[in-house]
């Protein structure tokens, strides 16, 4: 099977987050393991992050361009994630229904490493929507909790993800998604907007996508059901529908904090 291994961020200006460690140096870890290890067992690997970079979108680009020019079989993007230092656990974020069942298999293996189950996600991150194969984002855990810190190993983890990749998954974790509803450290937050800014439905550079799609958002603080950082971006998810008929937004992340 031929694999296309993105260690996320890495590549200035996309930088990663910064925590207890910086989440540049655990994906390095974490990523450069896993590629020895799914060699070692005889699979093909592309090393899609790139040396270089205009900006992040073109970081973003340069990696799902590989993958899609080598025709692998899987991609999997190795990320860490960082919040408010009280939230922890491990994520996967998946849009088909083939990455998903990649995506289950994967953080039924981490989780038993003693993570919290955070569930796998379907949001629209810019690697997720332009690969033309099964792809996977894996938020190892939080770079920026103690207690997930105390925890993590990066051959640990570089090793449980072999084998939720290619190892024996087992019986389907048809709970996994339903899990994250048990961790109640980020169940409400506050989404402070600093400076008028928009609400977008991707990551998308705001001149890239319909003007439609933009919510125009002013100063202030709004409450928010839940809510992680990706690409620059808060990922948030509003009580209703009632901005652009949708519940779940991005925003730039120098236009905002949240609390």
């Known amino acids: 099977m031929k694999f296309a291994i993105d260690i ?3 590549c200035p200006p996309d930088t990663g987050a910064l925590g207890i460690k910086k989440e540049d140096d655990l994906t390095k ?3 450069t393991l896993l590629m020895q290890k799914l060699k070692a067992a005889g ?3 592309i090393d899609c992050t790139p040396k270089t970079a205009s900006n992040v979108t073109n970081s973003l680009a340069q990696r799902t361009n590989k993958a899609n020019a080598n025709n692998v079989n899987i991609y999997v993007s190795i990320h ?3 919040f408010n230092g009280k939230v922890h656990g491990s994520e ?21 490493l003693g993570f919290a189950n955070r569930g796998v996600k379907n949001t629209p991150l810019f690697v997720l929507r332009n690969t033309q194969m099964p792809a996977i984002l894996i938020e190892c855990c939080f770079c920026d909790s103690q207690k997930d810190m105390d925890i993590f190993d990066a051959e640990k983890m570089a090793e449980a993800i072999k084998d939720g990749l ?5 019986e389907e974790t048809a709970k996994s998604d339903k899990s994250d509803k048990d961790d109640k450290d980020d169940k409400e937050h506050i989404l402070e907007i600093t400076t008028a800014t928009v609400l977008k439905p991707s990551t998308d550079q705001s001149s890239d996508l319909p003007k439609e799609s933009l919510i125009e958002i002013a100063p ?5 059901l839940d809510a992680r950082f990706e690409e620059q971006h808060y990922w948030v998810k509003w009580p209703d529908k009632t901005k652009g008929n949708r519940d779940t937004h991005f925003v730039f992340a120098g236009h905002c904090k949240v609390v």
């Open 29 to 31: 870890a974490v990523g």
């Open 8 to 10: 996320g961020h890495n």
């Open 166 to 170: 290619i190892g024996d998954s087992g």
């Open 220 to 224: 202030g603080k709004y409450p928010v």
């Open 43 to 45: 699979h093909t690997v």
């Open 92 to 112: 996967v974020f998946a849009m088909s229904n083939a990455s998903k069942g990649i995506a289950q298999s994967v953080l039924k293996e981490i989780v038993k």
């Open 80 to 82: 860490f994630n960082a």
